[in-house]
């Protein structure tokens, strides 16, 4: 089983936040600079047509990494404790748990605090898989595209090494 820290960080504000694309790989796009707090952050995400988003975020070397997902058809309460199989391929799926949390512009959203072990393990899919699945507990299965996630992960990796 994946080991799990629930946070609620506050999502990042495009409209106050500092940010810049660094590159772009498919739909995938890395990100760098600082969030609404002025905290000094690197990232990448991805946004599709029906609403949904997902967000990786490191905001510092020693911080838990933290994944967003969000769909605008959700319903879910700040700190709603819900299930999560996530699944690269073919490979066994992993169980963990999610916080329901609000983004800045109002919309619904689970938000996965990895360790730094379990983002490794997390990364080495990302990197090589063509798809991720989502099922979170009582809501409709998500197939995240991963085409482009190698060469999006590599521009991660450069903008984490500015991070304290």
Same mark, same amino acid.
């Given at each position: 089983?994946?080991?799990?820290?629930?946070?609620?960080?506050?999502?990042?504000?495009?409209?106050?936040?500092?940010?810049?694309?660094?590159?772009?790989?498919?739909?995938?796009?890395?990100? #760098?600079?600082?969030?609404?707090? +002025?905290? =000094?952050?690197?990232?990448?995400?991805?946004?599709? *047509? /029906?609403?949904?988003? !997902?967000?990786?975020?490191?905001?510092?070397?020693?911080?838990?990494?933290?994944?967003?997902?969000?769909?605008?058809?959700?319903?879910?309460?700040?700190?709603?404790?819900?299930?999560?199989?996530?699944?690269?391929?073919?490979?066994?799926?992993?169980?963990?748990?999610?916080? #329901?949390?609000?983004?800045?512009? +109002?919309? =619904?959203?689970?938000?996965?605090?990895?360790?730094? *072990? /379990?983002?490794?393990? !997390?990364?080495?899919?990302?990197?090589?898989?063509?798809?991720?699945?989502?099922?979170?507990?009582?809501?409709?299965?998500?197939?995240?595209?991963?085409?482009?996630?190698?060469?999006?992960?590599?521009?991660?990796?450069?903008?984490?090494?500015?991070?304290?």
């Amino acid at each position: 089983m994946l080991a799990v820290m629930f946070l609620v960080l506050p999502a990042i504000s495009s409209a106050r936040a500092d940010t810049r694309i660094l590159a772009r790989a498919g739909a995938w796009q890395a990100f #760098g600079g600082t969030t609404s707090n +002025g905290v =000094p952050v690197c990232g990448v995400s991805q946004s599709t *047509a /029906d609403g949904s988003y !997902f967000g990786l975020k490191i905001v510092s070397r020693s911080a838990p990494v933290v994944v967003q997902l969000g769909h605008a058809g959700w319903q879910l309460a700040d700190r709603q404790k819900v299930a999560i199989f996530l699944r690269f391929d073919a490979s066994p799926p992993w169980s963990t748990g999610g916080a #329901g949390m609000h983004f800045n512009e +109002g919309d =619904p959203g689970l938000e996965i605090g990895f360790t730094k *072990a /379990d983002f490794d393990r !997390f990364q080495l899919g990302f990197r090589t898989a063509s798809q991720l699945r989502v099922q979170p507990e009582n809501m409709p299965e998500w197939l995240v595209d991963l085409a482009g996630s190698s060469a999006i992960s590599d521009a991660l990796q450069e903008c984490t090494r500015s991070l304290r």
